[in-house]
């Protein structure tokens, strides 16, 4: 099992779903070991981000990266559908070259991403491709209920349950298991979308939260449930999406995992807390290759993965 890049440059440009600013975003190979590094090209010098799980510095609504300059905060804003792409696809190293702060929501979901990457192409490198292995269980909580956890397990899988006091989730499954490969995740939660209330729409946007939202790149729910007139691609798509924003927000860890993750009620804070908890406690996972033998995490061909 090597490690991957692109084979080729790729530019996609869109609206950010928080801050509605314009950006267009190049997709850029690059060598081994180099991991994923976003980098602020609009700015001189450029700012760059090496993946990290110390770099999510802010998580409400979304996974934001940032860099302290000086007296100056540099961010990139909701990173988590393009980063659970990369995940699905098995991408080690990447350029992500982004001309604003915030990476273009698409449709809300993480199939656009993958499009790119596949029209791209995937390039398989002369080095083997790293693996995080989960060797004893972490668990983190939140005072809301919120559960968050590691445990050992010989692949990758992902447990998640949500709970939501609306009538749009009593006709959904609030809970879902994901055995973590390239083709389940494109068939499983690749194209679930993320949602939010439109109640909350007035507060969110004084916050200067939600100003690129709308129902062509999100779920809108009012009190009687899903506002879009073409209703849910799938009927438990919220879980499907909670579980998309998991394998994004843990592959900010570096590396594909090896283990079982479970969360309930889990957001991208607690994600990242689990993370943070796990890097810090050295027994608890190491770093392993597959180079004689087939990894327990399974992805698709270097060629067209879909």
């Given at each position: 099992?090597?490690?991957?890049?692109?084979?080729?440059?790729?530019?996609a440009?869109g609206?950010g779903l928080?801050?509605g600013?314009?950006?267009?975003?190049?997709?850029?190979p690059a060598?081994?070991?180099?991991g994923?590094?976003?980098r602020r090209v609009?700015l001189?010098p450029?700012?760059e981000f090496p993946?990290s799980?110390?770099?999510?510095?802010?998580t409400?609504?979304?996974t934001t990266?940032v860099?302290e300059q000086?007296?100056k905060?540099?961010?990139i804003a909701?990173?988590?559908?393009l980063m659970s792409?990369l995940?699905?696809?098995?991408?080690?190293?990447?350029?992500?070259?982004?001309?604003?702060?915030?990476v273009p929501i698409?449709?809300?979901?993480?199939s656009?991403f993958?499009?790119?990457?596949?029209?791209?192409?995937?390039e398989?490198?002369?080095a083997?491709?790293?693996?995080?292995?989960?060797?004893?269980?972490?668990?983190?909580?939140?005072?809301?209920?919120?559960?968050?956890?590691?445990e050992?397990y010989?692949?990758?899988?992902?447990n998640f349950?949500?709970e939501?006091?609306?009538?749009?989730?009593?006709?959904t499954?609030?809970k879902?298991?994901?055995?973590?490969?390239s083709?389940?995740?494109f068939?499983?939660?690749?194209?679930?979308?993320?949602?939010?209330f439109?109640?909350?729409m007035?507060k969110?946007r004084a916050?200067n939260l939600?100003l690129?939202?709308?129902?062509?790149?999100a779920?809108?729910l009012?009190?009687?449930?899903?506002?879009?007139?073409?209703?849910l691609?799938d009927k438990?798509?919220f879980?499907r999406?909670?579980i998309?924003?998991?394998?994004?927000?843990l592959?900010?860890a570096?590396?594909?995992?090896i283990?079982?993750f479970?969360?309930h009620?889990?957001?991208h804070?607690?994600n990242?807390?689990l993370l943070?908890a796990?890097i810090a406690d050295?027994?608890?996972?190491?770093?392993?290759?597959?180079?004689?033998?087939?990894?327990?995490v399974q992805y698709?061909?270097s060629?067209?993965?879909l």
């Open positions: 099992m090597k490690q991957r890049t692109l084979a080729n440059s790729i530019k440009k609206v928080h801050t600013h314009k950006s267009v975003m190049t997709l850029r060598p081994v070991n180099t994923v590094v976003f609009d001189d450029v700012v993946v799980p110390e770099l999510v510095k802010e409400t609504l979304c990266i860099q000086q007296d905060s540099i961010k909701t990173i988590e559908h792409a995940a699905g696809v098995g991408i080690d190293n990447l350029y992500i070259d982004i001309t604003a702060d915030e698409m449709d809300g979901s993480a656009h993958i499009f790119l990457l596949q029209s791209a192409g995937v398989l490198q002369d083997p491709k790293k693996f995080i292995r989960i060797k004893k269980p972490v668990k983190v909580t939140n005072n809301k209920g919120g559960v968050a956890q590691f050992p010989d692949g990758y899988r992902l349950s949500i939501f006091d609306h009538p749009a989730f009593d006709q499954a609030e879902m298991t994901l055995s973590f490969s083709t389940a995740y068939k499983e939660v690749s194209r679930a979308r993320t949602f939010g439109m109640k909350d007035e969110l916050q939600g690129g939202a709308g129902l062509h790149n779920i809108g009012d009190e009687n449930g899903v506002v879009n007139q073409e209703g691609r438990d798509e879980v999406h909670k998309l924003d998991a394998v994004g927000d592959f900010m570096g590396h594909a995992i283990g079982e479970t969360a009620k889990s957001g804070a607690l990242n807390q943070r796990l050295p027994e608890a996972y190491e770093v392993v290759t597959f180079e004689n033998e087939e990894p327990p698709g061909s060629k067209i993965l």
